[in-house]
């Protein structure tokens, strides 16, 4: 089964910084990108970040260019957010995502997520 665990998120200060993990495993198709989105309370989920599979440049909402930056470890199977400057409406439940194809099928999975609060 896909699995995807994400860790690191807590309470800060606006200004502080986090780093997000989230631990892969257990696929058996395609990867073509993982990456996180984010949902705040009362708010529709909404993309933060992704990074190709097999090489490319990662993408970013406009919001977190020059504040977050994801990357992935050497042996692929965990990707990073870290997240400099936050601010109050960073707050939200980061939901870390893979995006692949089975055969010829589009696939994606969600992990649970970590919760990020920030506050003055």
């Known amino acids: 089964d896909v699995q995807l665990q994400a860790s690191g998120g807590g309470s800060v200060q606006a200004g502080a910084s986090l780093r997000l993990s989230c631990a892969a495993s257990?696929?058996?198709?395609?990867?073509?990108?993982m990456g996180w989105f984010r949902q705040a309370p009362g708010k529709e989920r909404e993309f933060v970040a992704d990074?190709?599979?097999?090489?490319?440049?990662?993408g970013y909402t406009d919001a977190m260019k020059g504040r977050f930056t994801i990357s992935r470890d050497n042996a692929g199977d965990t990707v990073f957010l870290q997240m400099n400057n936050l601010k109050l409406e960073d707050t939200a439940v980061y939901l870390c995502?893979?995006?692949?194809?089975?055969?010829?099928?589009?696939?994606?999975?969600w992990g649970k997520g970590t919760l990020v609060t920030v506050s003055s």
């Open positions: 995502n893979v995006a692949g194809i089975s055969g010829r099928t589009p696939v994606q999975y």
């Open positions: 257990g696929f058996t198709f395609a990867i073509v990108t």
């Open positions: 990074i190709p599979w097999n090489g490319g440049s990662a």
